[in-house]
């Protein structure tokens, strides 16, 4: 059906640009205030929001100074993005990819939901365990191929991932960015309470799961109905057939999931994240150059073929982050945490718990780092939770439900952008197949904190 142009949703870049204008405008109508810090520890100290004595207005040009800032402020993501599709290229151009996908079809053919069931709970462990989210990029073009091959489409692959980590993210039991900050800040011992995060995140995966299974069904019975009918890597039929999975394939695929294996235990051991695990593919694609005998110009040409198809998404990857960089220089980030936290005040400890999450929720469109959130809300939710009767074990799990669950859905999170832009999906499609689920999760994770506080979850 073609879309009427009175409702035609604009390109992601365009929504992105939109945001950020609407971002300035915000810095000249919100009031300007902020929370004074811990000198030792550098958390903002409640009760202590002032507004500004004499306003800072931001001139138009700060639209545009944003912009090149954001790029190097993203700069991370943004350069392994560009290495992660460099070397997924060179990984292709030896058919280790086809031969793998090969494989993999011959053993889920006739199991589609044993897929979607493993790969949503395997993401979601290693999210909750060590925080991954960025070392699932790799995974997407793979999974793509893999439904599209299963009479899918690449929504249901997106969606196995995204479900993956935000569930994963949401219910995290160990992660270090999200639960040590917040439970250091709350003054709570380091991990305490991951039983309970634990043994929630199987019923969370079975609510994600029956989503992403719901939809797969319907396209595999109607591939018309599908969200991403028209996209370029999500319509690219799969290869009538493999080739044989031989011994210079299974090295390559070692060489892989070692090269993963390093960052995870880099990131959860010795504080490396984007920098470090892109040095780890780097030196992933020079393993694959030598076993798949791609001579160094075959090589570096599909090093740069491959970083060229991700241009767009590193673009949409830069202007995300700059709507949180206009509203830190205008200074009304502390300021929307300050008025969003009053309202708590008036209602009892269950349903103060559950406004909790839906702040947390809020505010992670403008602050998408776990750590930086919860360095921002913490400090306030912590006493916040102890006036209003909330254990303060209930006001973490309050902000790790309303960080991880809206880290799936949000335009300013860096890694679902590049996940988005990696498949060829657009920005309006995702949001209308992941709301439904969003719902969802908020559902069940308020039944959670509800009964979390009568229980006293602590």
């Known amino acids: 059906m073609t879309q009427s142009p009175t409702l035609r949703i604009p390109h992601t870049l365009a929504l992105l640009f939109f945001l950020m204008m609407a971002a300035l405008v915000a810095t000249w109508l919100v009031p300007q205030g902020f929370f004074a810090e811990n000198p030792e520890t550098g958390r903002v100290m409640p009760g202590s929001y002032e507004v500004v004595a004499e306003r800072e207005v931001l001139s138009p040009l700060a639209l545009f100074t944003a912009i090149p800032r954001a790029f190097v402020d993203a700069g991370p993501i943004i350069f392994f993005l560009f290495i992660i599709g460099g070397v997924l290229a060179m990984i292709r151009a030896t058919g280790t990819i086809d031969a793998l996908l090969g494989r993999l079809l011959e053993r889920f053919r006739d199991r589609p939901r044993s897929l979607i069931f493993a790969v949503i709970f395997v993401f979601s462990l290693a999210s909750s365990a060590v925080g991954s989210s960025g070392e699932y990029i790799p995974f997407v073009l793979i999974l793509v191929a893999l439904c599209r091959a299963m009479k899918m489409d690449a929504m249901t692959a997106v969606g196995m991932v995204v479900a993956g980590y935000g569930v994963g993210y949401g219910l995290a039991a160990f992660n270090q960015y999200t639960v040590v900050v917040a439970q250091e800040i709350a003054e709570l011992p380091t991990y305490s309470g991951w039983w309970l ?171 998408p780092s776990g750590s930086g959130q919860a360095y921002v809300t913490m400090p306030l939710m912590t006493p916040l939770s102890d ?29 679902l952008m590049g996940i988005l832009g990696v498949a060829g999906i657009s920005y309006a499609s995702w949001f209308r197949f992941c709301l439904p689920l969003i719902i969802k999760l908020y559902a069940a994770g308020a039944v959670v904190l509800v009964l979390a506080v009568m229980f006293g979850f602590g």
């Open 387 to 415: 006036l209003l009767d909330v254990p303060r074990q209930v006001a973490v799990l309050a902000y790790q439900m309303g960080d991880g669950f809206t880290n799936m859905i949000i335009p300013t999170n860096a890694i």
């Open 197 to 367: 995060r634990l043994a929630l995140l199987v019923p969370f995966v079975l609510i994600a799961v029956h989503h992403v299974w719901r939809y797969a069904e319907r396209v595999r019975r109607d591939p018309s109905v599908s969200l991403v009918a028209g996209a370029t890597v999500a319509d690219a039929e799969p290869p009538a057939s493999y080739p044989p999975l031989d011994g210079r394939h299974v090295a390559i695929v070692l060489a892989f999931f070692a090269a993963l294996g390093v960052g995870v235990w880099g990131i959860a051991t010795r504080g490396w994240y984007l920098n470090e695990l892109g040095a780890c593919f780097v030196v992933l694609g020079l393993v694959t150059a030598v076993i798949g005998r791609l001579g160094p110009s075959a090589a570096s040409e599909k090093f740069i073929e491959g970083a060229k198809d991700l241009t767009e998404t590193a673009i949409l990857v830069g202007i995300a982050r700059g709507i949180a960089l206009i509203m830190e220089d205008g200074q009304i980030l502390h300021t929307i945490v300050h008025y969003l936290s009053l309202p708590l005040s008036l209602v009892g400890s269950e349903l103060a718990a559950v406004g909790m999450m839906l702040i947390q929720a809020v505010l992670n469109l403008f602050i």
